[in-house]
């Protein structure tokens, strides 16, 4: 296992257009987590999900944006009309969810940089 | 509102000298409290974690609890310790991090 793996790496698109960021977890980790970064900015916490289940969103995940986690493995992050205001690296983690395994550290991919022009 | 503050966003040091990077906190209860690294090209990773008490790569930090601040140190900066430093205290129902706004840290040869 390699850690945490995000496709594609960078992403440049039309305003208007849908993207969709996949996320590859620590195989043996039940929690994942995206994150949005902007230049100068600590990565803002976007939505969590516990196996399948999305269990939390942040007030800075709009209508466009939707998340998925259909097998509990791997994830989506797709937007859906981008804006220039999309553009950001997209960061995933991903964290055991074991009694005695959790340590509450989060494990990062290298990120999803999008570009709306 | 619940915040980290992470006052200075670039400091320099030089080589040998001692550096503090400054995080303070504004939670209810009593909040896990990490600090996480970003060298150049690299992926974020954890740092340090308050409740183990651990020394990691010289760095240390210690939770004030009556200052509400988790300020990082280490006594001698190399250079190698260049890099963005992130104070994140994990907090809420997702346990999620929630990350200060860094602070780029410069070690001058």
């Known amino acids: 296992d390699t850690g945490v793996s995000q496709d594609p790496r960078h992403k440049i698109t039309k305003r208007g257009q849908n993207v969709t960021f996949r996320c590859d977890p620590i195989?043996?980790?039940?929690?994942l987590y995206w994150y949005r970064q902007t230049l100068g900015q600590g990565p803002e916490f976007l939505t969590y999900?516990?196996?399948?289940?999305?269990?939390?969103k942040s007030r800075l995940l709009s209508d466009r944006f939707s998340a998925e986690r259909p097998k509990g493995s791997f994830s989506t992050l797709e937007i859906q009309r981008t804006e220039q205001g999309d553009s950001a690296m997209y960061l995933c983690?991903?964290?055991?969810?074991?009694?005695?395994?959790?340590?509450?550290?989060?494990?990062f991919g290298e990120g999803s940089r999008l570009t709306v022009l | 509102a619940q915040r980290v503050t992470q006052p200075e966003k670039l400091l320099s040091v030089f080589k040998g000298a001692p550096v503090e990077l400054k995080c303070n906190y504004s939670?209810?209860?009593?909040?896990?409290l990490f600090w996480y690294v970003q060298y150049s090209r690299q992926r974020l990773q954890l740092l340090l974690r308050?409740?183990s008490r651990e020394s990691i790569k010289g760095f240390t930090a210690d939770l004030n609890k009556g200052e509400t601040s988790f300020h990082l140190k280490k006594p001698f900066a190399q250079e190698e310790d260049s890099a963005m430093y992130y104070c994140?205290?994990?907090?809420?129902?997702?346990?999620?991090?929630?990350f200060g706004s860094g602070t780029q840290l410069t070690v001058l040869p």
């Open positions: 983690a991903s964290r055991s969810g074991l009694l005695g395994g959790d340590t509450g550290e989060l494990f």
């Open positions: 195989s043996e980790h039940n929690r």
């Open positions: 999900f516990q196996n399948e289940a999305q269990l939390e």
């Open positions: 939670y209810s209860g009593s909040p896990e």
């Open positions: 308050h409740i």
């Open positions: 994140a205290p994990l907090q809420g129902g997702a346990r999620q991090l929630t």
